[in-house]
């Protein structure tokens, strides 16, 4: 079955959003529409876990899956996996298609990224931003 949707691209803590820019390109060239993210907290001056969860459901979930009711395969580098880990609560495939919505993520694609455990709560030294975060999804 071909993917029919976008492969949303989402930077670490360190990196900008047009670092993925070449890997965005090659994807492109290859048929696969993608989207650039980055996150709030490297450019931030009091960072929390909690401004990233907030930026990708606003800028980058809501507009993909519930206005334009697209797929989504997520690409999660380093950091950005743990906000993305309490984002992604309600915008699974399955789930959506079981309420009878269109779109939602359909794969996660973890480069050597936070794969937090739903309900444990992380702190500072174990995301590299922030105070802590309970995961929920």
């Not at 490297?42 to 980058?60: G, Q």
């Not at 690409?75 to 789930?95: C, D, E, V, W």
């Not at 480069?111 to 995961?135: C, H, I, K, M």
Request: overall charge negative.
């Amino acid at each position: 079955m071909a993917f029919n949707g976008t492969i949303a691209l989402v930077s670490g803590a360190y990196h900008i959003a047009s670092s993925l820019s070449l890997l965005s390109a090659e994807l492109f060239q290859l048929g696969f529409p993608t989207r650039l993210a980055g996150l709030v907290t490297p450019n931030h001056p009091n960072p929390s876990v909690k401004d990233d969860i907030t930026a990708l459901i606003d800028d980058l979930l809501n507009p993909l899956i519930n206005v334009q009711g697209q797929d989504v395969v997520l690409y999660l580098h380093s950091y950005s996996g743990f906000p993305a880990s309490a984002a992604i609560g309600g915008f699974s495939k399955r789930q959506r298609k079981a309420e009878g919505l269109e779109g939602g993520i359909v794969e996660l694609i973890c480069q050597s990224a936070f794969v937090p455990t739903e309900g444990r709560r992380y702190g500072a030294r174990d995301a590299g931003w922030g105070t802590g975060a309970l995961v929920e999804s």
